[in-house]
């Protein structure tokens, strides 16, 4: 079987029923998609089949024999990060980072799609993805940046709306 | 002092957005073999067989190990802070929680450990279970624990975490309304999206190099040397990358069980918990029962707190000695009661250890003082924003445990969130700071309160 | 996963339908969204995969008043259908795994272990599709009730269903995507202005109600699991007819 993955042509040796997600990480040691509960339930092992969000884990390989796979490596580089990479440095949108690579993979899909910068459209797009450290409201903001087309300083961090000033006293 | 005040990047942003971030899972090491733990199925047990000579022989099977393997079986989390050891690294003779690790395995990969898992033989001759604290002390309990069904060994050897402060029983005698209420929030399990996961690689001289996904780095390495008895030095522990904590990761889950396989094998051994471990098998938040009675009077001053507090450990103590005591310590949450008679137990149960989690000990009674500060509001008629504000911490009012307060925040916090909800404060109330205690501010129960900083 | 497998990757309904011949020993995978975590767990092993992917199985079509779904069609392409079965499929999972999984994974799943799952069972049920399946026997075309009843060992291949005149669905769930329902009701008054009322959420697979709230709990079984108790589910069953009924009532 062969997969091209971010580019890079692969012949896998993985039984066909492996998860897409095992061939990944565990064959070729693409280590961004994680496996975060194998059961289709998280969204951290997300990653683009010809363009489309999936998730790695539920999928058997046999099943996407010859197609086009992107994960977040494929997106672009420390010195030449995507819009989306920038948005979500610059917005503080992955915490610890271990949902981060499937949230962003899901983003991109949205963005390619034409996606808006309305938060409850965003919402539906990262509904299957859970983050358990940033509350979201980042991760939106960052989303609905690149769906704007803002362009970004990485050498600050956002400030976040919201936030209420307790002034001088705490 | 540059970076305080500022908007900096993440110093790890970058690599998170561009997959280089190498979590413990990540590692890749050539050779490494694959763990799976035989577990407890049920909730209490006696184990009268265990074999697992078919698994030890089965091909792609590396190591086996149980309990006959650990140098030092027993070792307490809080050893170091004098709280005695009771959790075996692996069951022995008894289970006291269903997914308490029994055995465990080194394979080829993960299909041959989970087939060595389930070629091994155990017979278990099953107890009844205790899953609620306030069953804990009938005559007819089950026994969960060597100690009983609390923790004995508070400073003292006393039984329970106890405070005594004032005159409790004068402020029952003076007040007009006593107010009571029962809180029990439930057990959280933390769900960091990185599941429990561990790597150890022997290196040729000798040492064991831990991946380890812990929040508490050193404390897993004096845990881990503890129980395979070997000096810290023997131990390299890499850690730093977290996927997630919240406090589920402070127990040191997995690193030692690893170590003794990786040492029994001479490889790589790589354990990563499945999401349904990590629920049934991880500890959570501990499940609190408070019981509180307030004596207050007509126009909302509290003066005195009776409370008891039991503390569902699960079947072992891990740090729930320490998370009870800084919940009696903050039993009186954001407010200053001047007469207090607490007392708090660490109850065993046949549930998996509860462990820290965001507010060790002290969320529950934080939910419990303000859900209950607002009953006495309802009861009394009061202005909920005015009880909290009259008998918000000042300055100079002490904790519950003698600590004067120098710069408490209640005040601006509550007068932040009257503003946030658009609440109208009345004008005495808006004009309200932390400033020590006087005026109307200072009646009678509260003048011994005010202690000098200086004495603490 | 590394043992050896036999995949079957058909690329037509025949191949699909000579591939399974008599099911014994075949594995259907529809997305897999069902199948693969009980393989990737240990807890299925798999002698010969069906993989229905490019089996031509897949497709919305209409003929006079008819709509013919096939087994492979994926549940995002039901969500603009009218209801009850687009809002029926919107409220499936996320959008990821609605891309992904298929009608007939869905109708042929079995019950869940902590919930019920099967959630297009309800609305195809109202609509009183017909489903068309192969196997022992060769091809058969029945009532989907009694498909449900006795599918084990059959291939769907696809349902289709007479175009309702009006339909309504309405479910209990959390606001959590990852929340299996609860509870449903889908309602659809046929081109003949006959009513059909269906549950889903219960102990068992999908089911007709008689349509009058009060008998409907004492119809169907509810049962304990994860989500709820049967005795919620008692309470809300009624509710969610009503809602039907109404809903059908003010598209007349
Ligand atoms: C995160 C998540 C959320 C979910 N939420 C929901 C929900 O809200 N509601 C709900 O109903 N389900 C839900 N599910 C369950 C599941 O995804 C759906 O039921 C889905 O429709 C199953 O389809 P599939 O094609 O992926 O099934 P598969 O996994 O491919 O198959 C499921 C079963 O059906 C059999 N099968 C598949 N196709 C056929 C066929 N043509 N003929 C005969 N047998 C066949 C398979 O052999 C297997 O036994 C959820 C799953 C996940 C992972
Ligand atoms: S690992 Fe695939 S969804 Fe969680
Ligand atoms: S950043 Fe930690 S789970 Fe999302």
């Known amino acids: 079987m062969n997969l091209t993955v971010n580019g890079v042509a692969h012949e896998v040796e993985s039984g066909p029923l492996t998860s897409l997600l095992d061939v990944l990480r565990e064959e070729l040691a693409i280590t961004s998609p994680k496996a975060g509960c194998e059961q289709g339930g998280c969204g951290a092992c997300t990653v683009l089949v010809d363009g489309v969000a999936r998730r790695s884990c539920l999928t058997p390989v046999a099943s996407v024999q010859g197609t086009e796979i992107t994960t977040v490596e494929g997106l672009g ?7 989306l990479q920038q948005a979500f440095t610059h917005h503080y949108a992955a915490q610890c980072g271990f949902c981060t690579s499937g949230m962003m993979l899901a983003a991109q899909a949205y963005i390619d799609g034409g996606g808006s910068d309305g938060h409850e459209a965003i919402q539906e797009a990262i509904a299957g993805h859970v983050c358990r450290c940033t509350g979201y409201v980042k991760i939106i903001d960052a989303i609905a940046a690149v769906a704007r087309g803002d362009e970004f300083d990485l050498t600050v961090t956002a400030s976040s709306a919201g936030m209420v000033n307790l002034g001088g006293a705490v | 002092m540059k970076a305080v005040g500022a908007r900096l990047p993440r110093y790890d942003g970058v690599a998170h957005v561009t997959g280089r971030t190498v979590f413990v899972d990540d590692v890749r090491v050539p050779g490494t073999l694959w763990v799976k733990a035989l577990r407890s199925p049920v909730h209490h047990a006696d184990i009268t067989r265990l074999d697992t000579s078919a698994a030890e022989t089965m091909k792609g099977v590396h190591a086996v190990v149980t309990w006959q393997d650990v140098p030092l079986l027993e070792y307490g989390h809080l050893s170091a802070l004098g709280i005695p050891a009771d959790e075996p690294l692996l069951a022995k003779d008894e289970v ?3 997914g308490q690790p029994i055995a465990i395995v080194a394979a080829e990969d993960e299909e041959t450990a989970m087939a060595a898992v389930a070629a091994m033989k155990l017979d278990l001759q099953e107890k009844p279970a205790l899953f609620d604290v306030r069953k804990a002390f009938d005559a007819d309990a089950p026994v969960v624990h060597q100690w009983g069904n609390w923790y004995p060994h508070f400073e003292a050897e006393m039984d329970r975490r106890q405070i005594r402060k004032g005159d409790i029983d004068r402020a029952f005698a003076d007040a007009d309304v006593i107010v009571q209420g029962v809180y029990r929030p439930a057990a959280i399990e933390h769900v960091p999206v990185e599941t429990q996961s561990c790597q150890v690689v022997p290196e040729a001289n000798g040492r064991l190099t831990i991946y380890s996904c812990t929040q508490a780095l050193y404390f897993s390495l004096g845990v881990v040397a503890a129980h395979l008895q070997v000096p810290l030095n023997r131990l390299k522990v890499v850690g730093g990358t977290v996927g997630g904590g919240f406090g589920g990761k402070v127990d040191t889950a997995t690193e030692t069980m690893c170590c003794l396989l990786a040492q029994k094998s001479g490889r790589p051994v790589r354990w ?14 501990a499940p609190w029962h408070m019981e509180i009675a307030d004596a207050v009077t007509e126009d909302g001053w509290i003066l005195g707190r009776k409370m008891l507090t039991l503390h569902d450990s699960g079947a072992y103590a891990r740090f729930s000695p320490y998370g009870l005591t800084k919940h009696s310590f903050h039993h009186t949450g954001a407010y200053t009661i001047p007469n207090l008679h607490f007392d708090g137990y660490v109850v065993f149960t046949n549930r998996v250890p509860t462990t820290a989690m965001r507010g060790f000990g002290v969320t529950s009674v934080s939910f419990a003082t303000e859900t209950h500060v607002s009953r006495i509001a309802e009861v009394l ?13 000042r300055i100079g009012d002490t904790s519950p445990n003698g600590v004067a307060y120098a710069d408490p925040s209640t005040v601006p916090v509550v007068k932040a969130l009257a503003d946030g909800v658009g609440a109208k404060l009345a004008p005495n109330l808006q004009a309200m700071t932390p400033a020590a205690r006087e005026g109307d501010l200072l009646p009678e129960h509260l003048v011994a309160q005010i202690g000098n900083p200086e004495d603490h | 996963m590394t043992q050896a497998t036999e995949v079957l990757v058909p690329t037509s309904p025949d191949e699909a339908a000579a591939a399974f011949g008599d099911g014994s020993g075949v594995t259907v995978i529809g997305g897999g969204t069902i199948v693969m975590p009980e393989i990737t767990y240990g807890r299925l092993k798999v002698g010969k995969a069906l993989l229905l992917g490019k089996a031509g199985l897949s497709g919305v079509s209409r003929n006079g008043g008819t709509v013919t779904i096939g087994a492979a069609t994926p549940i995002a392409d039901l969500v603009d259908l009218p209801p009850p079965l687009g809002p029926c499929a919107a409220n499936v999972a996320d959008g990821e795994i609605r891309a992904q999984a298929t ?8 019950p869940g272990p902590d919930a019920p799952r099967g959630d297009l069972q309800g609305p195809l049920l109202a609509l009183d599709a017909t489903a068309r399946s192969t196997g022992p026997g060769g091809e058969r075309s029945e009532p989907l009730e009694s498909f449900l009843d006795d599918r084990a060992g059959r291939l ?19 606001p959590h995507t990852h ?7 889908s309602g659809a008054r046929g081109a003949d202005g006959a009513v059909r009322l269906a549950a889903t959420g219960l102990a068992d697979h999908a089911r007709t109600l008689s349509g009058d709230p009060d008998a409907a709990a004492s119809e169907v079984r509810l049962g304990d699991d994860a989500l709820a108790s049967g005795w919620y589910r008692q309470q809300v069953l009624p509710v969610l007819v009503r809602r039907v009924l109404a809903d059908l009532e003010e598209a007349r």
């Open chain 3, 179 to 185: 929340e299996y329902t609860v509870l449903a009701v």
């Open chain 3, 156 to 174: 769907l291949l696809d349902v289709s269903f007479g175009e309702p005149a009006a339909g309504a669905f309405a479910a209990l769930d959390y």
């Open chain 2, 96 to 98: 006291r929680y269903k």
């Open chain 2, 381 to 393: 008629g009061v202005d909920p924003w005015e009880i909290r504000l009259k008998n918000a911490n």
């Open chain 1, 77 to 83: 580089s420390p010195s030449d990060l995507s819009p």
């Open chain 2, 272 to 285: 990563r918990w499945t999401r349904e471990e990590e629920f049934l098998c991880s500890s959570t938040r």
């Open chain 3, 103 to 110: 009608l007939g994974g869905n109708v042929c799943a079995g």
